[in-house]
């Protein structure tokens, strides 16, 4: 397995890639600080996952997941981590390209189940 990270806050980055080790002890996890660099690290290499923050710097997730689907025209599953957790926020960022949805502060079973599902397609 090999999941792309995309966030800008370092701690999230750090907790988010250990609580995929806990479901996945043997994937390779690239970490990039904003959609920019996941961008460019999508351009040169495959992933079985992306996961994606919202509200970054230089490119944000919106601008990412439309270049995903649009010009790389990849279809990698990809699932934003994100603390827009008002009501129409999901279904915002669902009909935006995202694949799945989870909020922050993250679950670890709803992310254990988002994995599993995620990586089932």
Known sequence: MKF???EDEEFNLIVLE????ISYPDAKIVLTNNGQEAYE????NSFDLILSDINMPIMDGYALIKKIKNELLLTTPTVA???FAIQGDKEKLLMSG????????IDMAELHKVLKVS???
């Open 4 to 6: 792309l990270l995309v």
């Open 98 to 105: 995202f694949d799945y949805y989870i909020s922050k502060p």
């Open 119 to 121: 990586l089932l397609d």
């Open 18 to 21: 250990e609580m995929i080790k």
């Open 41 to 44: 690290m999508l351009q040169t």
């Open 81 to 83: 981590v994100t603390a």
